[in-house]
C-alpha cells in the first residue's frame, strides 16, 4: 500500500496513467518532498480542513500547478459531502488499512450509471467515492507464494546479494509483512557490503529466523522424517539456541498448527492471529501441514512437549540435550522415545 500510494500520488502530480506497475520493483516515494502534496489524517483533521487544502493555492504556486490532497484512516471520515464538493483540478487520494463495506453496485451485483450513482445518497465511503466518479483500489496481503519473488525484487532494487537460502530464511521469518522486508534486506545488504547474505546471516541479525527453523523442525516432525528433524535439531544447537528456548518455540508452533486446524477463510485466519498474538502469515504458513494432523496428533504432542519439560526441570533425564532430542523423536513417532513413562520415576537425588 505504502508503494502503491507513492506510485498513484507522483502519478496524479504529473497528470500520467494511475494504473499500478509491478510493485515489487518500485522505488519508493517520499511524500513529504513531493511539491504540491498534502497529508491529513481522518481521525484528527476536520473535512473542513481538508477541503480547504484542495482549494489553496500557494503564493508561488504555478497557476496551473496540479495538487494532491492524501487522507490516511480514511474510515475515520463522516462527512462525504467534501469528497462530492472536491475541486476537479486537484486529486484526492483517500486511504484505509480497514477492509470498507461494499458499495451499492457490487452490493446489487451491477454497474450504475453516472447520473444515476450521482444522484443517490452516499451511505458508504465507497458509495461516496463511486458516486463522485472515483476509482476504488483493493490491495491484499501478498501471498505466501510471492513472498520469495518479492524479497528478491526488493534485493535486487537496493543492490543486496541474498543468496537462495537466504531468501527462503528471510520469508519465513517475516512472511507476508512488505515493509519488514524492506527493513532487513537493506539492514542484510548493509551488513553484507557487497557480500552475498547466506542463511546463517540470516539467522543471526533477523528477529523471528529461530522461528523459521522451528518451523523447519515442525514440518519434518509432521512428515515423521526423522533424519531431517534431527539435522535440523542439531544446526539449532550449533547456533547456540537452549534447549529449554527450542522446546519453548516447538510448543508454540504446535499452538499454531491447532489453530490453522480450525481455519476455513482468511478472516478465520486474522481472528485467530489476533487471538494468540500471531500473524495472518504464520496462521497460513501452518495451513498445508495442518490438514497432515488430527487433534488428536496435536494433543499427543503437547503431551510430549510437557513431558520433556518435566523431565528436564526435575533432572530426570541424563542432559537436556537428551530430552530434547528424544522429545523430536517421539514426535516424529519412533518407537521407545516416549518420556512420558519418566514422569513416574522419582526424580534423581543430587
Not at 534447549?243 to 476455513?264: C, D, E, G, N, S
Not at 492471529?273 to 498445508?288: D, L, N, Y
Not at 495442518?290 to 512437549?305: G, H, K, L, M, T
Not at 519418566?342 to 534423581?348: I, N, Q, T, Y
Amino acid at each position: 500500500m505504502r508503494l502503491r500510494l507513492g506510485e498513484l500520488v507522483r502519478a496524479l502530480l504529473q497528470r500520467a496513467p494511475i494504473a499500478s506497475g509491478d510493485l515489487a520493483r518500485a522505488h519508493e516515494v517520499r511524500l513529504g518532498e513531493l511539491v504540491g502534496v498534502s497529508l491529513h489524517d481522518a481521525r484528527t483533521d476536520p473535512a473542513s480542513a481538508i477541503a480547504l487544502s484542495g482549494q489553496a493555492q500557494g503564493l508561488f504556486d504555478a497557476p496551473d500547478e496540479r495538487r494532491v490532497v492524501v487522507v490516511e484512516h480514511a474510515e475515520a471520515l463522516r462527512d462525504y459531502a467534501v469528497i462530492a464538493g472536491f475541486p476537479r483540478e486537484a486529486g484526492l487520494v483517500l486511504v484505509s488499512v480497514e477492509r470498507l463495506a461494499a458499495g451499492r453496485a457490487r452490493r446489487a451485483g451491477r454497474a450504475r450509471t453516472g447520473a444515476a450513482t450521482a444522484n443517490a445518497a452516499a451511505n458508504t465511503l465507497v458509495d461516496a467515492v463511486e458516486s463522485a466518479g472515483g476509482t476504488i483500489e483493493r490491495l491484499e496481503r501478498i501471498a505466501p507464494v510471492d513472498v520469495a519473488r518479492w524479497i528478491e525484487a526488493r534485493a535486487s532494487l537496493h543492490a543486496a546479494k541474498l543468496g537462495t537460502d537466504a531468501v527462503a530464511a528471510l520469508a519465513s521469518a517475516v512472511g507476508s509483512d512488505t515493509e519488514r522486508i524492506e527493513q532487513e534486506v537493506k539492514k542484510l545488504g548493509a551488513y553484507a557490503a557487497g557480500a552475498t547474505v547466506t542463511a546463517a546471516d540470516v539467522r543471526a541479525l533477523v528477529s523471528g529466523a529461530i522461528e523459521a527453523d522451528v518451523f523447519e523442525l515442525t514440518q519434518a516432525v509432521v512428515r515423521q522424517d526423522a533424519r531431517v528433524a534431527i539435522g535440523t535439531l542439531e544446526r539449532l544447537l550449533a547456533d547456540g539456541n537452549a534447549p529449554q528456548q527450542i522446546l519453548a518455540l516447538l510448543l508454540w508452533q504446535f499452538r499454531v498448527l491447532l489453530f490453522a486446524t480450525a481455519m476455513k477463510t482468511n478472516a478465520d485466519g486474522e481472528r485467530m492471529a489476533k487471538a494468540i498474538r500471531s500473524t495472518p502469515g504464520a496462521i497460513a504458513r501452518a495451513t498445508a501441514f495442518a490438514r497432515r494432523v488430527s487433534r488428536a496428533d496435536i494433543v499427543r504432542a503437547y503431551e510430549a512437549i510437557y513431558a520433556t519439560d518435566q523431565v528436564i526441570k526435575t533432572g530426570r533425564a541424563d542432559s537436556d540435550l537428551a530430552a530434547l532430542t528424544l522429545c523430536v523423536l517421539d514426535l516424529c513417532h519412533v518407537a521407545n522415545a516416549d518420556l512420558r513413562d519418566m514422569l513416574l520415576v522419582e526424580p534423581p537425588k543430587r
